[in-house]
């Protein structure tokens, strides 16, 4: 009797997690910080700035089926090599929070 075929595991190619990133940086119409950006990217509608802002019609959500830190480490990754920039968002005086803007990588993604 045969031994049944093997059935390889499907490993899913991650060398383009950070393009996904930066296109999801570029598409969202205003800066967003690491929580919401990778809310964002899993499709996650339990964060309220998705709904308030209608994020979840835009073509890049839900684009990444990896865990929240793992986005969180290509964000880090893209800032260190200066692919993007943390800084404050002047738009809430209230709350000083720390929104990631594309550098002058922008209009080339």
Known sequence: ???PPEIKEFKRERTRDHIKV???IYEIPFPIGKNLLAD???GDYKNDSIIN???DNLKSF???EI???EIKSIIDNLIINNLITQR???ANHLR???CLIISSFKNQI
Do not use: C, P, Q, T
Request: proline share 0%; charged share 40%; net charge positive.
């Open 1 to 3: 009797m045969k031994n």
């Open 22 to 24: 930066l296109k999801a």
């Open 40 to 42: 964002f990217l899993v």
């Open 53 to 55: 802002n209608s994020l």
């Open 62 to 64: 839900g684009s990444l």
């Open 67 to 69: 865990e929240k830190e």
């Open 88 to 90: 404050n968002s002047d």
């Open 96 to 98: 000083r929070k720390k």
